[in-house]
C-alpha cells in the first residue's frame, strides 16, 4: 500500500476512535489526568516508521491526537477567479478552503479567499438598480437607498478585517460534527470599503427597544424556491453600532467578487462569517432576536456551559455564537516539508481575535513541553490580524511538529488541543500543527 494509502486508514482508524487507534496501531495507552500517551519500544518504532522519521519528543505527545503528518493533502480543484489550490469541500453550495501556506499574505488576495455560501449566488446582478432596504418593528420610518446613494450620502470607511467561518476547525472533532468539513483554511484578512452601518441606521431612526439588527440577501436557496431563503442571521443592536461594521461594496480595492456578495454585502467584524450577509438587500432592525433561518435551532449556537463530548444538548441550553476566539495560524514553513539541520527554521504566520488585541505569539516544537515567544507585528486596525515572524532550531534529526498559541489582551489564550466539544463543530481555536522533518 502507498504512503498515502497508509495514512488513508490512519485517518479513518483516528476518526471513529483515536484511543482506539493508537492501542491498535502503536499500542499506545493515554493517562486519563494528564492525556499524555505512553509508548513502549515497539510501538514508538512502529509509529516512527509510519512517519518516515524518528520522534525525539514523543513523550510528550497528547494522547489521542493524530500527528499532523497524517492528514493528508486534499485535491484541489479550480473555482473561476480563485487560485487553483483552494479545496473544495461542496460544490452545491459552493465551499472551498485555502491552505495555510496560501494564507502568507498580509492581506489576503481575492483570489486565495475561502468560499463559505448557504445558496445560489443570485442569476443577474446590476449594481446601477440595485437596492438596500431597511424596515423592521424598531425602525422609526422605512428606507430604501441605491447603491449610488449609500456612496454619495454617507462618509465612506476603509478597514481591514479577519474573516472565518465559526465552523473552521470542524474536522477535528470527535464525536464528528456533521457540516462542511472545513481544517484550517475558513480564514483570510481583507480589505472592505464602505459606509458604516451606524450612520445608515441613524439615518433611518433606531427606537429604543431595539434589540437586533437581521440581514436579508438576493441569494437563492437550493431548491429554488423563491419564498425560502438560504440564509438570514443577524447581530444585537450594540455590536451593529461599532465604528467597524460596515455595508461595503468593495474588497482589496475592486467591486466585491461574484462569489463574496457582489455588489453589495454586511461586513461585521469579530464575529462570525455567516454574520456578513452577501448580495444584501435588506436590514431589519428588530425588537427581539433576530428570528431568520439559522438564527434558530442549533444553526451557530454552542452549548452554553461545556458538555461531554457527544452529549445530546436541550436547545434552552445553546447560546448564540458572537465574538470570535483567539487563533493562529503558520503559513510558513508548508507542513511536511524536510528542513536541514545545519539551518535554523524560519516561522511565519498570522494571530487574530474577535475579543482582543494579540499580545503574544509562542511556537513549541516538543508537543507544548516548552515555548518561545515569537516577534508579534501591529494590526493595520482593530479586527485585523497580526503578523508573527520567528526561528526555531531542531536539535536532532527526526519528526517534529511546530504549535502556535497567541494570547490576547485579556489574556485569552488557545487550548493546545481542542477546545470543548460541541454538537455543530463551532470555534475550534485549538494550537495551529505544522509537520517538519529535520535531516
Keep these: 500500500m502507498s ?40 510501538g514508538l518504532a512502529a509509529l ?15 494522547g489521542g491526537l493524530m500527528p499532523i503528518a497524517f492528514a493528508g493533502p486534499k485535491a484541489p480543484q479550480e473555482i473561476p477567479g480563485k487560485h487553483p489550490g483552494l479545496r473544495i469541500l461542496n460544490d452545491r453550495p459552493i465551499n472551498a478552503e485555502t491552505p495555510a501556506h496560501l494564507l502568507d499574505d498580509l492581506l489576503t488576495p481575492a483570489s486565495k479567499l475561502f468560499v463559505r455560501n448557504n445558496g445560489l449566488p443570485p442569476a443577474t446582478v446590476d449594481p446601477k438598480t440595485w ?15 441605491t447603491l449610488a446613494e449609500l456612496r454619495s450620502r454617507f462618509k465612506q470607511h476603509t478597514y481591514r478585517f479577519v474573516l472565518e467561518c465559526a465552523g473552521n476547525g470542524r474536522s477535528e472533532f470527535f464525536p464528528p460534527a456533521k457540516g462542511n468539513q472545513w481544517s484550517t483554511g475558513a ?24 434589540v437586533y439588527v437581521g440581514y436579508e440577501g438576493a441569494d437563492v436557496h437550493l431548491s429554488g424556491d423563491p419564498k425560502k431563503r438560504p440564509i438570514s442571521r443577524g447581530v444585537p443592536i450594540a455590536k451593529a453600532m461599532e465604528e467597524e461594521c460596515l455595508i461595503a461594496w468593495s474588497m482589496n480595492g475592486a467591486p466585491i467578487p461574484a462569489l463574496h456578495g457582489h455588489p453589495l454585502r454586511l461586513v461585521v467584524p469579530g464575529y462570525p462569517g455567516s454574520c ?20 434558530t435551532g442549533n444553526a ?39 528542513h536541514s539541520l545545519s539551518k535554523p527554521l524560519e516561522i511565519r504566520g498570522h494571530a487574530w481575535s474577535g475579543q482582543g488585541k494579540i499580545t503574544g505569539v509562542t511556537l513549541s516544537l516538543d508537543f507544548g513541553a516548552t515555548w518561545q515567544s515569537v516577534q508579534l507585528g501591529e494590526p493595520a486596525n482593530r479586527f485585523a490580524w497580526q503578523r508573527f515572524t520567528g526561528t526555531v532550531r531542531l536539535p536532532k534529526r527526526g519528526y517534529y511538529e511546530i504549535w502556535a498559541r497567541a494570547t490576547d489582551e485579556n489574556g485569552r489564550a488557545q487550548p493546545m488541543v481542542l477546545p470543548g466539544w460541541n454538537p455543530k463543530g463551532y470555534l475550534n481555536n485549538a494550537c495551529h500543527r505544522v509537520a517538519i522533518k529535520a535531516v
Excluded at 48 to 62: Q, R, Y
Aim: aromatic share 6%; proline share 6%.
Design 3 to 42: 504512503d498515502e494509502g497508509n495514512h488513508q486508514k490512519i485517518r479513518s482508524l483516528y476518526a471513529a476512535d483515536a484511543e482506539a487507534a493508537e492501542r491498535a496501531l502503536w499500542g499506545r495507552r493515554v493517562d486519563p489526568f494528564t492525556r499524555r500517551g505512553f509508548l513502549n519500544r515497539a
Design 48 to 62: 516512527g516508521a509510519a512517519l518516515g522519521a524518528t520522534i525525539p519528543f514523543a513523550e510528550n505527545m497528547p
Design 131 to 145: 437596492t438596500l432596504a431597511i424596515d423592521g418593528e424598531s425602525a422609526v420610518k422605512a428606507a430604501q437607498f
Design 187 to 210: 480564514v483570510g484578512c481583507v480589505e472592505w470599503t464602505g459606509v458604516r452601518l451606524k450612520d445608515v441606521l441613524a439615518a433611518v431612526g433606531v427606537k429604543k427597544d431595539a
Design 276 to 295: 456578513s450577509g452577501k448580495w444584501l438587500t435588506r436590514l431589519l432592525v428588530r425588537d427581539r432576536v433576530h428570528d431568520g433561518t439559522k438564527m
Design 300 to 338: 451557530y449556537r454552542v452549548p452554553c456551559e461545556p458538555v461531554a463530548p457527544g452529549a445530546q444538548v436541550p436547545k434552552d441550553k445553546m447560546c448564540i455564537i458572537e465574538s470570535m476566539p483567539t487563533k493562529s495560524l503558520i503559513t510558513w514553513p508548508r507542513s511536511g516539508i524536510e
